[in-house]
């Protein structure tokens, strides 16, 4: 089975902190995901990368950034937390593109 | 420009029912659709995944259908169990559009004892 971890079920950050989520996935798959889900709104797709150290904009890029130094590995980095950056946030990976996603279990970031 | 709609947003049946749960997508150009489940506050499962060539897959209880021409996908679930109780959203893949997946906003299920 494939899985897909997230580093933290729930965070809490305060205005301007940098933070980092961490996504792994330990099926070898080339392709992962960032997204953000907020009510109303549902699932926006921030960034994805389809190898090692590449990368490509979602639809919501603005405001975060994106690190993959392994394969099984991808971060995403909020450089400058803002409130209107409280959501759920969920990671995904395919092993090609396109193809069935597996989602890890979410991180619910809260900013004050 | 691609958009999935899901109707209704929130469903409640008694334990037993069967149900069909809808999706439909403005442009008939996709490469493939897929179901998944979310369970409240948690990630996504994969439930099922229609190729744009083929009109239907079934997984257990669960059977979707692709209506390309019409625009349309359709989750039908047999005898619903309270476990069945999750939000329901369906995505496609276009053809030509980065193969990024477009979202609808999911359907509320829940299935009563």
């Known amino acids: 089975d494939v899985k897909v971890t997230q580093s933290s079920r729930y965070l809490v950050k305060r205005t301007g902190e940098k933070v980092f989520l961490e996504c792994v996935q330990d099926m070898d798959h080339e392709n992962m995901f960032w997204y953000r889900q907020d009510p109303g709104l549902g699932l926006r797709l921030i960034y994805f990368?389809?190898?090692?150290?590449?990368?490509e904009k979602g639809d919501i890029p603005e405001g975060y950034s994106v690190s993959r130094e392994k394969k099984e590995r991808f971060s995403l980095i909020l450089e400058s937390a803002s409130t209107n950056q409280t959501s759920m946030y969920l990671c995904a990976s395919s092993l090609w593109n396109p193809d069935t996603q597996y989602f890890g279990p979410g991180t619910r970031l809260t900013v004050l | 420009k691609q958009e999935v709609t899901q109707i209704p947003a929130a469903l409640s049946v008694p334990e037993g029912e069967n149900l069909v749960l809808n999706c439909s997508f403005t442009d008939s150009a996709i490469y493939n659709l897929q179901w998944f489940r979310q369970d409240p506050g948690k990630g996504l499962t994969s439930l099922l995944l229609i190729q744009s060539s083929q009109r239907e897959q079934t997984s257990g209880r669960l059977n979707a259908s692709l209506d390309k021409s019409s625009g349309r996908s359709t989750l039908y679930i047999a005898a619903s169990q309270p476990g069945d109780s999750a939000t329901y959203l369906c995505?496609?893949?276009?053809?030509?559009?980065?193969?990024?997946?477009?979202w609808g906003l999911g359907t509320s299920l829940g299935v009563n004892p």
């Open positions: 990368s389809y190898d090692v150290k590449m990368k």
């Open positions: 995505a496609v893949i276009g053809r030509g559009n980065n193969r990024k997946l477009i």
